[in-house]
Every structure is written in C-alpha cells, then in structure tokens.
T-cell receptor, first 113, second 112 residues
Framework: KAGVTQTPRYLIKTRGQQVTLSCSPISGHRSVSWYQQTPGQGLQFLFE???????NKGNFPGRFSGRQFSNSRSEMNVSTLELGDSALYLC????????????FGQGTRLTVV | TQLLEQSPQFLSIQEGENLTVYCNSS?????LQWYRQEPGEGPVLLVTVVTGGEVKKLKRLTFQFGDARKDSSLHITAAQPGDTGLYLCAGPPREYGNKLVFGAGTILRVKS
C-alpha cells in the first residue's frame, strides 16, 4: 500500500511570492492534516480536511489556506511569503480522524529568501 | 508553554546503554502516540497507547501510559545506533477536540 506522497520535496521562494504544496494521502484515508515544523516551535498544527471540508484549524494567519479534493488529495497554499515561513511542511493522513494514528509524508522543505 | 512536555530535550549515549524519555502534561489525553523522525523525513508512528496504565513493547522499546492518562514514557533497552532520531509524543487533549498536539521532541544520539 502506497504511503503519503508530498510534492515537491524542496522549494525555494522569494518573500512576497505564494506557494502551493500537494499531498496525496494513503488510499482509503479521508482525513488529511497539515503541520509546520521548525526548530524553534516544533510541530504545529495548521488545519485538517475531511470530505473536502476544513474540520479543524490551528492558530496560523489567513495567509495559510488549504483545500481537499473529492479523491482526498489535498493542497495547502501560503500567500505573501515571509522569511519566517521557512519550514518543513508535513502532511499526515488518517483513516477518519486526525487525532487517531497519523501517517506522515516525507514533507516539503520550503525556504523563503 | 507546550501542552506536552518532553524530557530530556537531548540525549547522547553509548551503544548498549538504556534510556527513558518522558512525556508529561497537566491535561488528560484519550490516547498518546509515539513517533520517531529522522532528518529530512516525516515522523513514523511507533505505537499508540490508549488505556491508563497500559504497557506496550516493541522489541527493545517499552511504552507506558500513565494511570491518569496525563503522561507517558518510552524506555529503550540496549540502545543501538539505528535508534538515533527525534522522538515525539503526541495526542489529542480532551479540550482540543480532534487536534493532535505534539511535544517538542527528544533528540537521541546513540554512538557506536
């Protein structure tokens, strides 16, 4: 069974630009969550999508948004990038709920210059 | 302040030694999970503990969930270099609904 696939693996963007990251969950998993990981803050919850609807949201500004498609694939978008957005962005898929066992992708390393 | 406090933050030991990592909170959790993460990769789920007082073993790793479901520990026996990585505890605190909250992690380095 294929795992969680995130693309791209690495990304370099300039301040002010926007970026879209993609996540394909494990087949059959309907919950997709996004996390930001930085050395200083650790793993911080961004949002969770289930059946194309945002079910939970973390404490991040509105520049961070996401969506989920009917095939459970998810994208997250960050607009007006800031230097502080440099981080490893992780996607996790769960069968039904984000608070149960989460299976993570390898992440997208975003560097904002 | 982290909802889940992990200690120690960093551990460097020799191959063959034993170690324990702690995960503590003032909140009650319906379950706690332990993950291991290697540099440049996503966390990999090791175990989920659900019942207060539960003990689970995974080869040389022993996981325990506190009776009050507010704390957990991970004990590694005879550590090996392959155990090196970032160990994270995570769980859904009652007051947070479906969100998974992570501890800051323990960086373990096992030297041969």
């Amino acid at each position: 069974k294929a795992g969680v696939t995130q693309t791209p693996r690495y990304l370099i963007k300039t301040r002010g630009q926007q970026v879209t990251l993609s996540c394909s969950p494990i087949s059959g998993h309907r919950s997709v969550s996004w996390y930001q990981q930085t050395p200083g803050q650790g793993l911080q919850f961004l949002f969770e999508y289930f059946s194309e609807t945002q079910r939970n949201k973390g404490n991040f500004p509105g520049r961070f948004s996401g969506r989920q498609f009917s095939n459970s694939r998810s994208e997250m978008n960050v607009s007006t990038l800031e230097l502080g957005d440099s981080a490893l962005y992780l996607c996790a898929s769960s069968l039904i709920q984000a608070n149960t066992e989460a299976f993570f992708g390898q992440g997208t390393r975003l560097t904002v210059v | 302040t982290q909802l889940l406090e992990q200690s120690p933050q960093f551990l460097s030991i020799q191959e063959g030694e034993n170690l324990t990592v702690y995960c503590n909170s003032s909140s009650v959790f319906s379950s706690l999970q332990w993950y291991r993460q290697e540099p440049g990769e996503g966390p990999v789920l090791l175990v989920t503990v659900v019942t207060g007082g539960e003990v689970k073993k995974l080869k040389r790793l022993t996981f325990q969930f506190g009776d009050a479901r507010k704390d957990s520990s991970l004990h590694i026996t005879a550590a090996q270099p392959g155990d090196t990585g970032l160990y994270l505890c995570a769980g859904p605190p009652r007051e947070y609904g479906n969100k998974l909250v992570f501890g800051a992690g323990t960086i373990l380095r096992v030297k041969s």
